[in-house]
Every structure is written in C-alpha cells, then in structure tokens.
C-alpha cells in the first residue's frame, strides 16, 4: 500500500491548527467524487475566510458543501446523501426539518417572524422550560448559548457586586469574549478534580460556570461528586453557580441537572430549544432573573433585535414537545448500543478506538486507553481527520473532532447503517495504520 501522504491545514475544530498529512488515496477517494464542493470551497475562499463563517465546519482538503437535509439525512451538492450524526452539532434533536416543526414554523414566516413586543409563543416556551427544568423559575431569551452564557455572567455580576469567572480548563461556552481561554479573571479548575477548587472560587468570584460533561472538550461525563462540590463552594462563598445546559440539556427531560443532583441558580440553554433556528436562553431563580426587569430600579439591561423571535421559540415547543422521558430514554440506549459497536468495529480492523459518551452524545477517540482529560481528548488530529474523511466516503456525516449524536428520526435500520460506515471506515484506516502510529497518535 502506497502510504504517500497529503500535507494539508487542518485539525478542524480544534484550537491546534497545525497542519497534518493525510494519506493521498484517501484524500483522493474524498476529493475526486467532490468536484462541486471543491469548486464552492474555491470561489467561497474569496468572499468568506478560510471558506467558512464558524470554526467547525472546514476540514481538510475542503469541505463537503451541504445543500439540504431531510430527516436523517443530507444531501451534498455532488449528489451524495449522508447519515446525519452532527445534526448541526446536536441541535437538531429530531434531524433535520422535522414535520411537526415545519408546520408550525412556515405560516409564522407569512404572520411575522420578531416584533419589537411580547408575544405568547414566546411565553409558551418560557413556560415549557418552566415545567421542565427544576430549577428554571424564569426565563430571558438570546440568539445562541454564547449570548446567554455573556447574560448568564453579567446577571452574576450583577448580582454579587463582583468579576471573577470559574470555569474549568477544555470546557466551552461559546465564543463570546468574557469565556475566551486567555480573558481576564478567568480562573480556571480542572474538570472532575476536587483539589483546588477552595483556592479557586473565592470571595471574588461572581460566576462559577460549569458543564454537566464537557462537549467541545471531548464529551467527558462529569462526576457528580465534583460538580455537587463546585455548587456547594459558589454557595458557600456567595458566587452564582450556573450549570450550562445548551448541550446536554436533551440528554433529560429537565436537563441533565436533576439526576446530577444539582439545583443551580442559574441554568444557561440553546439548541434543541429553538427548532432548528439561532436561540439560546438564561432560566434561573427568579431573584436573579429579576434584575433585567424592566419593573425594578436600575435593572440590567439587556436587549436583542431578534431576542425570542417567533419561529425559533415557536419551534422549541413543539421540539420539547416531541421530546419526552420515554424518547431520550431509547436515544440514550440506541448511543449506548451504538457507541460499544463502534469500539468492537475498532478492535475487529485492528484500530482500537474508545467512545466516550454522555446521552445520546458521543466521542470516538483514538487508541484503546479510556480517555478522561480534554488534553487528551484532543490528541491523535491525523486520526481524527482520517476517519471523518474515511466516514464521508461511507456516507456517514460526523463532526471532525470524533462526536457523533443521535435525533429521534434515526430507524433502527439507520443505527445499523452508521454502526457498518464505521466498520467501513477503519477497515480504509487499518491500511494506513503505520502512517497514524509514526505520527504517535493512533496509540
Ligand atoms: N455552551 C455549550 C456547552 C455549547 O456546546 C455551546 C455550543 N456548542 C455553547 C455554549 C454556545 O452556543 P451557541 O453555539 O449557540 O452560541
């Protein structure tokens, strides 16, 4: 086998974006069959950076350009179909434009889509989350989870007269300034670790922001023990403990919050709450909530043009809706299922991968050592690259990084064919397993 290899910038979706050399007859397999996507990627360098307008979507040699979805699937612009396990990075709890969605949201498109007013969708949703998550007294609307995370942070400082922001090292929580890794009073723990969280939140802090797992940072679960202790330190030295549900919050039916064990004071949200469209929201007590009303003294400001706009919040109610405790219940099996075949596929083709899993939200990861640190969930970028690469050739849309989750539309017919893509995938890398073990990372 010809192991020639291809240098080429990539690491997507990781801070890291050192280039790394994928072999040629992969990239050539990929690239051949995609001369409609490499000619988009081509004239798109020009008017948008690097092709792309978020830092996840572009992977090496270019990316695949999607020009629709339906269901559990996508369709590219060179004619192939995908099975969909980014589900636009686990927003899309039940695939793509799901029939109970679409009804509602196409006549709200002719009625008006944002008013400078209150509306009752918007209040049905608030109550939604109301009935839902424990926790979530009231609720105040965004465009996206980075947005309620800045909301989440100012009502905090607000509120305790304070700066200081404990987060903990690989977590995410949008790409807003105040949680950039370098910004200003950031203290950061390491997840799942008791020592150093008494030094770490202190008097000063104003918000201690934690993940019920970390997402971006690998889909490591968290330990209940240390997220309990992380809120029983913010309580005991007066900061706002706030849980950043925009993720998992699909993986419970009032979030992952009450079968932690946690009771936050506030709980930040996102995704699967808008049905398909930007959202994002801060649900917390409501003496916290309270200091953005337009009913007391010196209130926070907070405004949005299109805060709560009218298909989004519309289409979160009917995605809650069609998401009870019976459903995430059988998602969370199906990963769990998914996930092991996934790892015996691996040892089967002699490319040990571990899958590491929270819900119906998943990471591959390569070797066959348990990973539990976002360092090194963030190891072996020419694996993680070859086996995306390797999975679109076999129909099978994944996030580069090596997650994968599951929506409600996925048959158990497409379980299987996702399950036999990655059988697929590492029987194409088990030829190139001496390239991946030079580089040190497949170990
Ligand atoms: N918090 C978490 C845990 C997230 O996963 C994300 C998005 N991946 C965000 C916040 C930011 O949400 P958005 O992309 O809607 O701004």
Do not use: W
Request: hydrophobic fraction near 45%; aromatic fraction near 6%.
């Amino acid at each position: 086998m010809d192991h020639a290899s291809t240098a080429v910038r990539g690491a997507p979706g990781l801070a890291d974006a050192h280039p790394v050399a994928l072999p040629e007859p992969l990239v050539d397999a990929y690239a051949t069959m995609r001369p409609r996507s490499r000619e988009i990627f081509e004239r798109a360098c020009v008017a948008l950076p690097g092709a792309e307008t978020r830092s996840v979507t572009h992977f090496a040699p270019f990316p695949t350009s999607i020009e629709r979805g339906a269901g559990s699937r996508l369709h590219d612009v060179d004619g192939h179909e995908y099975l969909d396990v980014v589900n636009n990075y686990t927003s899309l709890i039940h695939g793509n434009a799901f029939a109970p969605i679409v009804e509602v949201q196409i006549p709200l498109l002719s009625s008006g889509t944002a008013f400078s007013a209150l509306h009752l969708r918007q209040l049905e949703l608030a109550e939604a989350l109301r009935a839902r998550v424990a926790s979530v007294e009231q609720v105040r609307f965004t465009n996206s989870g980075s947005e309620a995370s800045a909301l989440a942070l100012r009502i905090a400082r607000k509120a305790t007269g304070r700066r200081g922001l404990v987060m903990a090292t690989g977590a995410y929580h949008g790409g807003v300034d105040p949680f950039h890794p370098d910004a200003p009073e950031v203290i950061r723990v390491d997840y799942n670790q008791l020592d150093g969280l008494d030094s770490a939140i202190t008097e000063s802090t104003a918000a201690v922001f934690m993940e019920p797992f970390l997402g971006a940072g690998g889909v490591l679960p968290g330990e209940p023990e240390f997220l309990r202790a992380v809120q029983d330190r913010a309580r005991e030295v007066g900061a706002v403990f706030v849980l950043d549900e925009v993720q998992s919050l699909r993986n419970g039916f009032g979030g992952m919050q009450s079968e932690l064990g946690l009771d936050p004071d506030l709980t930040t949200m996102g995704k699967i709450i808008g049905g398909g469209l930007p959202i994002g929201a801060v649900g917390g007590r409501a003496r916290l909530l309270e200091l953005t009303s337009p009913l007391v003294p010196e209130r926070l400001e907070h405004s949005g043009t299109f805060n709560g706009n009218i298909p989004a919040v519309a289409g979160g109610v009917v995605a809650l809706r069609h998401l009870d405790g019976a459903r995430i219940e059988q998602l969370n099996t199906d990963a769990a299922l998914l996930a092991e075949r996934i790892e015996a596929a691996g040892r089967a083709s002699g490319m040990p991968v571990t899958v590491t899993r929270s819900g119906s939200i998943m990471n591959v990861h390569p070797g066959a050592a348990r990973v539990h640190t976002p360092k090194a969930a963030h190891r072996g970028l020419t694996f993680r690259a070859a086996l995306h690469l390797a999975l679109l050739v076999e129909g099978v849309y994944a996030a580069p990084r090596g997650m994968l989750n599951l929506s409600t539309v996925l048959t158990p017919e497409d379980l299987e064919a996702v399950a036999a893509g990655y059988a697929r995938a590492f029987e194409h890398l088990s030829d190139y397993q001496a390239l991946l073990e030079r580089d040190g990372e497949a170990a």
